[in-house]
């Protein structure tokens, strides 16, 4: 969910869907416990995960910069949540965390750019948080998340979806640069990311992990800047992405993906040249 000049579009959001009858397809049974929710009392149906199919789209309409708009990562589910017993309150949505990222725009011989979450390159951390940088752990507060304060005398049925995608700029020019001339030759990214089904109760604290599911997006576009603005990049390697995986076992989320900082926030763009030391071109916030 990267912001800005380097960073993902905005999600797009969908609403809930209340049902008075059992959903169908459950992918687990419901076994109400009024005294106290656990896992086996949660039931997740209709759950899917999906990327787009279709093409990363390339727009070349500044003379400026080169934007590229993925296809969205996509998940939702239909959740029976038992009913919440008087002075708790449960909160069921996705987290999600970036677990790996490399983004590399090249500038012929001259050098390349990278956008890096350093702690993440030098292996401190195995993941950092994808939240919007407001609700953590959640990936978002509206169409992400649904909250369900005791006591509820019934069973609660809801939706909660998200989706995810990367709409970046890159700069023809080397961004270290007073010169305007083009010199971007490539842009290389590849970027994996643990998204998680989760229920939590806002007292306690305690989780209850529902789904875990990875995907990851890969771009890979070659630039011949020589050539007149419109004409000059094109997609290379694959044009369809890797569906993502629900995983058959749970995988827990690690403490550092569930508050700050955020990638958005952690990351850093560095310049890279040839020859010579790399260049903080813009610090992590």
Known sequence: MFTGIHSFLPKARSGNLSSPHRPMGCIQSIACNKSRIKRESIVVCDLSATIDHCPTVIEESSPIVLRYKTPYFKASARIVMPPVPRNETWVVGWIQACTHME??????????????????????????????????????????????????????????????????????????????????????????????????????????????????????????????????????????????????????????????????????LMWRPRRGPPVVVIPPK
């Open 103 to 268: 983004f590399y725009n090249t500038y012929g011989d001259v050098g390349m750019s990278s956008w890096e979450l350093p702690q993440l390159r030098e292996g401190l951390v195995r993941a950092i948080s994808d939240s919007d940088g407001v609700s953590y752990p959640w990936y978002g507060n509206t169409t992400e998340t649904v909250t369900i304060v005791g006591p509820t005398s019934k069973p609660s049925r809801f939706i909660v979806s998200m989706n995810d995608n990367f709409y970046p700029s890159v700069t023809w020019a080397v961004p270290v640069s007073e010169s305007n001339s083009p010199l971007l030759t490539n842009i290389k990214r590849d970027q994996s990311f643990t998204t998680w089904l989760v229920a939590l109760n806002t007292t306690s604290r305690e989780k209850i992990l529902l789904h875990t599911i990875k995907w990851r997006m890969r771009v890979d576009i070659a630039v011949d800047p020589s050539l007149p603005l419109g004409s000059r990049a094109r997609l290379v390697g694959r044009v369809h992405q890797d569906q993502p995986r629900v995983l058959t076992r749970m995988e827990p989320i690690p403490l550092n993906a569930m508050g700050r900082p955020n990638a958005n926030d952690a990351q850093v």
